[in-house]
């Protein structure tokens, strides 16, 4: 006989869509305006909204945080990243896109970023949260 173990939670679980830009040996990054981790670099991405998937939802924030527009069709998924503790501000679930351009296109500041630049893979900062570990992921994907 099976028994099923039921758990109950009242932790909230917030869903969101990171972006892996990639292009001639650089990452695109944003630098956070605001906490946590406000002044950090990290990959473009945030909540998805209410009716729409989170491939959408990267293609989004990477338009809204960088003024770059790539096609839904052009992002592939990396994975889901759900650690316990990845974001100080309670549980987030982020599902990873990916996507590699011919050459880096200038950037735009925009949204919640304070800069958006393009980094060379061989000299990268400190990243926030779980982005290096998210990186590492996409580049070997």
Do not use: K
Not at 34 to 62: F, K
Not at 72 to 96: K, N, T
Request: aromatic content about 8%.
């Amino acid at each position: 006989m099976t028994t099923h173990t039921t758990h109950t939670t009242d932790e909230a679980i917030r869903y969101t869509a990171d972006v892996v830009l990639l292009a001639a040996g650089h990452v695109l990054l944003i630098e956070r305006g605001w906490d946590p981790c406000q002044g950090c670099w990290a990959l473009p991405g945030g909540h998805v909204d209410a009716g729409e998937t989170s491939v959408v939802a990267a293609a989004r924030e990477l338009e809204e945080e960088a003024g770059i527009a790539v096609s839904v069709a052009d992002l592939r998924q990396v994975g889901a990243f759900d650690a316990p503790g990845r974001d100080p501000r309670g549980r987030y679930v982020s599902v990873v896109y990916t996507a590699t351009l011919p050459a880096p296109v200038a950037p735009s500041a925009g949204d919640d970023a304070t800069a958006a630049r393009w980094w060379p893979l061989t000299a990268l900062p400190n990243l926030a949260f779980d982005h290096a570990d998210i990186l590492a992921a996409a580049l070997a994907f």
